[in-house]
């Protein structure tokens, strides 16, 4: 880095390098997973989608940038050994100055979705406050995987209750929302999971006991084996039987695959330095088993699927750390 750029680091929030550290800091390749998720929310309650869905979609499509904003900035710690690239770590930020923002923002999202329903708005919230915890619960190896995962499957509950007023007591008599919501849920902890790997050595230093950390690499793997068959059962039971069509068991079929490519890698390559390479296809498999259940619900959206899938390869390409993810 130019000596110019360190003497003037932290950046202040009102210089445009501010925001571009920031950027960095929000990963946008990631932005994609809260964005299949809400739109699987979506699609169960609008069909066709109109703009309130599509106003509703690009809002969840940006939180998750903003939470991982947020929950980076408690953990510089282990980020400091893991991951030195990252702005936070590298001094170009500051903590103070992330964490404001990035509550900010989610309270500004919050607050669109209170446009929607109240309900939704108080889900919103619980969100925010799920995410502003989430390092408290990561440092126990039973915490981090389903409160991070929750979360996430959140985004899809908030969707739907936003667009459909109904839907609050309505969603029990719903077997299919639920296995959806259990998809989300279960490959976005898998995710979690799987990504420990990479920072294995960081947390065990810092002392962070996940899972693998407290179990062993194999167990961690043993146990994302588990999960991903549970994402995938799921799944079927939101296609059902007979499909409605060809599109959404081709999906899921995708979807699994990239969910074993990184089993095997985590079975065969037990190296916490090649540990992103699971990582990389868990994460696929996060954005696939939601697209699925889209596909599930609204087949002709196929071409529009396949478009949003290439823009986050193409994102995910982007990124400035090869083993970042």
């Known amino acids: 880095m130019p000596r110019t750029t360190a003497r003037i680091a932290p950046y202040p929030v009102w210089w445009p390098r501010f925001w571009w550290a920031y950027g960095r800091t929000m990963r946008p390749y990631l932005l994609f997973l809260s964005g299949a998720a809400g739109l699987a929310g979506v699609t169960f309650a609008e069909d066709p989608i109109g703009w309130r869905g599509l106003v509703l979609s690009g809002v969840l499509f940006l939180t998750y940038g903003f939470g991982q904003a947020l929950t980076d900035c408690f953990q510089t710690d282990t980020d400091a050994l893991s991951s030195p690239y ?43 406050a799920g995410l502003a915890s989430y390092t408290w619960f990561k440092r126990r190896w039973w915490g981090g995987p389903p409160w991070n995962a929750w979360v996430f499957a959140l985004l899809a509950l908030i969707a739907r209750i936003a667009l459909d007023p109904t839907a609050p007591q309505a969603i029990l008599d719903e077997p299919r929302f639920l296995a959806a919501l259990a998809v989300l849920f279960l490959s976005y902890a898998n995710f979690v999971l799987v990504g420990y790997l990479k920072d294995l050595e960081a947390d065990r230093q810092t002392g ?8 062993g690499w194999q167990a961690n793997a043993l ?12 799944a079927m039971l939101v296609i059902g039987w007979p499909p409605p069509g060809a599109v959404s068991p ?28 699971p990582t990389l296809f868990a994460c696929r498999a996060v954005v696939l088993f939601a697209l699925t259940v889209v596909a599930a619900n609204q087949e002709r959206l196929w071409p529009a699927l396949i478009v949003y899938y290439a823009l986050f390869e193409l994102a995910l390409r982007q990124r400035p750390e090869p083993t970042q993810v």
């Open 86 to 128: 990252r702005p936070l770590v590298q001094g170009l930020v500051t903590r103070r100055a992330v964490a404001v923002c990035s509550v900010a923002f989610l309270v500004a999202c919050a607050a669109v979705i209170g446009l929607f329903s109240r309900v939704a708005l108080a889900l919103g919230l619980a969100g925010v």
């Open 223 to 234: 146990l994302t084996d588990a999960v991903l068959l549970l994402a995938t059962v799921s």
């Open 250 to 277: 081709i999906a899921l079929a995708i979807a699994v695959a990239a969910g074993v490519a990184g089993q095997l890698s985590a079975h065969l390559q037990p190296d916490p330095q090649r540990a992103y390479i």
């Open 208 to 215: 962070y006991r996940t899972f693998p950390v407290v179990f």
